[in-house]
T-cell receptor, first 114, second 113 residues
Framework: KQEVTQIPAALSVPEGENLVLNCSFTDSAIYNLQWFRQDPGKGLTSLLLIQSSQREQTSGRLNASLDKSSGRSTLYIAASQPGDSATYLCAAFNGSGNTGKLIFGQGTTLQVKP | KAGVTQTPRYLIKTRGQQVTLSCSPISGHRSVSWYQQTPGQGLQFLFEYFSETQRNKGNFPGRFSGRQFSNSRSEMNVSTLELGDSALYLC????????????FGPGTRLTVL
């Protein structure tokens, strides 16, 4: 049974710092791994999707890596800004055939202080 | 392209009532999945619909049901509401399900009194 864990649960950093959020999963037979951002009371915004055959994906100041053999993914945020404050969720997609589901971690709540 | 829309955004119900939530996927997307988010359990998968058929189901009681229409819009229904059903209900759409990228709606906040 897939389990996804995110550490730390909360993180507070000063503006401008580079930071890394960690995500680990127990079952390496994933189709892909997605990172999402969630603002308080809102839905999820997809940040990056890494297919199982890929090692990393980049979008602007965000870079996500995937190491299936160790069951780990990291989200790197460069030059953090107060607007980056949100909860970041990673989710592993597990399935068979044409269907499956996202298994989410509990999230890391990030606060970037001006 | 319009994103995923969910209606209503907020609902207040009392125990024992039933509720129906609606989700309109991104145009051209045929797969709709539903998730429940609570502070204690986090995000949990409810079910997935594709071409009007339920393709996958999570570990929720039979009080939770859903359906999908020919235009890919989906509804989920919760009968005999319990206090523990209070949650943010999110739907996600993707082109054809599977391992494709999923796009989430803003959610419906359900409060059961």
């Amino acid at each position: 049974k897939q389990e996804v864990t995110q550490i730390p649960a909360a993180l507070s950093v000063p503006e401008g710092e580079n930071l890394v959020l960690n995500c680990s999963f127990t079952d390496s037979a994933i189709y892909n791994l997605q990172w999402f951002r969630q603002d308080p009371g809102k839905g999820l915004t997809s940040l990056l999707l890494i297919q199982s055959s890929q090692r990393e994906q980049t979008s602007g100041r965000l870079n996500a890596s995937l190491d299936k053999s160790s069951g780990r993914s990291t989200l790197y945020i460069a030059a953090s800004q107060p607007g980056d404050s949100a909860t970041y969720l990673c989710a592993a997609f597990n399935g068979s055939g044409n269907t499956g589901k996202l298994i989410f971690g509990q999230g890391t709540t990030l606060q970037v202080k001006p | 392209k319009a994103g995923v829309t969910q209606t209503p955004r907020y609902l207040i119900k009392t125990r024992g009532q039933q509720v129906t939530l609606s989700c309109s996927p991104i145009s051209g997307h045929r797969s709709v999945s539903w998730y429940q988010q609570t502070p204690g359990q986090g995000l949990q998968f409810l079910f997935e619909y594709f071409s009007e058929t339920q393709r996958n189901k999570g570990n929720f009681p039979g009080r939770f049901s859903g359906r999908q229409f020919s235009n890919s819009r989906s509804e989920m229904n919760v009968s005999t509401l319990e206090l523990g059903d209070s949650a943010l209900y999110l739907c996600a759409s993707s082109l054809d399900g599977g391992a494709g990228q999923q796009f989430f709606g803003p959610g419906t906040r359900l409060t059961v009194l």
